[in-house]
């Protein structure tokens, strides 16, 4: 099956700063979605990006889909950015995704 | 905007029982999943549901383990006797081209 890896694993950051995740996956997809899990443990939805680049406020994310990775920027971070953030990719738009481990963020102020 | 919701969000069951875990779907959505999450690990994979029946199911998704749609709005996740591995938050996903994931149920099974 597909292998995600994410990295950094761990990243503590200073209020203010900004930062780059990465998400490298060992096939093709046609999806690829970035969470966010908040300190409750719910998954929120950040970007459905299988290819290109999208911006959200201080987010964006890119996905180069022949080069099998995808990035996800942080801007100005913030105390409430804290949490982990998911890569998730699936072959098919219908197909089940499959997660890649995980970056644990720590804005400290 | 809609959402998936699931109840209960936390459940606290015995070694041995049976539990049914809920999830409303967002109303237009076709595909249904079922994740789960043991504390500290990533999310895997559990079941795909799709037309009635299921499409897929992962390793993990074994006797044990039930899913069923009981009317056009409900979809359920049933564990016939928990174990203690079970403990685990279990998300519900339903989508089309991008899955949409609940709160999380948190089962502790003691």
Known sequence: GIQVEQSPPDLILQEGANSTLRCNFSDSVNNLQWFHQNPWGQLINLFYIPSGTKQNGRLSATTVATERYSLLYISSSQTTDSGVYFCAVGKTSYDKVIFGPGTSLSVIP | ?110
């Open chain 2, 1 to 110: 905007e809609p959402e998936v919701t699931q109840t209960p969000s936390h459940q606290v069951t015995q070694m041995g029982q049976e539990v049914i875990l809920r999830c409303v779907p967002i109303s237009n959505h076709l595909y249904f999943y079922w994740y789960r999450q043991i504390l500290g690990q990533k999310v895997e994979f559990l079941v795909s549901f799709y037309n009635n029946e299921i499409s897929e199911k992962s390793e993990i998704f074994d006797d044990q383990f039930s899913v069923e749609r009981p009317d056009g709005s409900n979809f359920t996740l049933k564990i016939r006797s928990t174990k203690l591995e079970d403990s685990a938050m279990y998300f519900c996903a339903s989508g089309g081209h991008e899955q949409y994931f609940g709160p999380g149920t948190r089962l502790t099974v003691t």
